[in-house]
């Protein structure tokens, strides 16, 4: 009996929620008309400078805005739960566009659009939160001017920050991870041609190291292993997939380990500058009878004047 009434209210609660819908389309006149009129004003200036920007500049505001609507939408329902429907059509509408108008207003003037996607990093994300967290703060006065017979609850804008933030970050770290699989893809089918090497040192020039022959095709290395020069290290960490192998000490023995003979390291490259002496002298001893090139890596960028005439 408990189960019939638990199925017969939910099926209430359903065709609710699909018969409330059907009545928003009468609001979409006066959704445009208000749009219009609040973008005339001088807080959304910022808005004219772009538009006769390529269209992706458009199509990420105008994703960002459906974002900002869609997360207040997420947020409301999140705090109040089955009350959600108890608000009018109206009043939420009002509420999400303006917002949304909000948002868009806050990242035009903090450029958040200026960042492509592809390259998007963690420090990209800090502008983001910033803007996210101002169009919330600007957002809880609205909520006092828009609230005539009903209101928001105050601590809806906090669940917002969070909800927005995440479905902003989401698809821009995303299409970063199709971007790296695609240059990892490419970098795949030339490895064949790649000269496999060997890396010395667990530092930050290690990690750039392979990053630039990631990300470079022109660069023909594939590193195979890291060789590190402190004593301590935990078995079967890596950097960006490339496996950290032993101690300097033992290179004799991890050169050994390679079997095949097309991923044998041809060249020992040492990315770390600070490597003791007694460390250097073992290592030009065992790798003596190995038939590998060792090599530094120079610190700098390599860089020279073009002219026309080099041009040509």
Known sequence: MIKKSMLLNTAKRIYKIMHSMTKFSYLSATIQKACLATLSLKIFTPFKKIKNAHCSTITIMFHDGCIAFFALFISIYLKVGDEFLDYSHAFLLKNLIVFSLISLAIFSWGKIYTTLWRFISVEDLWPL????????????????????DESLAKSIPVVNIFV????????????????????????????????????????????????????????????????????????GRAIHEVPILGNIKNIEQIL?????????????????????????????TNTAMENVIILQMIQHFSLDVLTPEKSD
């Open 164 to 235: 927005m933030i995440s479905l902003l970050i989401l698809p821009r770290f995303f299409a970063r991870l199709i971007h790296d699989q695609s240059v990892l893809k490419q970098k795949r089918l030339q490895t064949s041609f790649a000269i496999p090497v060997l890396l010395v040192g667990d530092e930050d020039p290690t990690e750039l190291f392979i990053r630039e022959v990631t990300y470079t095709p022109n660069l023909p290395y594939n590193p195979v292993g890291i060789v590190t020069t402190t004593e301590h290290f935990e078995d």
């Open 256 to 284: 050994h380990t390679f079997e095949d003979e097309s991923k044998r390291p041809r060249q020992i490259i040492l990315t770390d500058n600070s490597i003791k002496k007694e460390d250097l002298q073992s290592l030009f």
């Open 129 to 148: 939160s910033i803007a996210v967290i101002i169009a919330n703060l600007l957002f809880l006065p609205a909520m006092h001017f828009l609230s005539t």
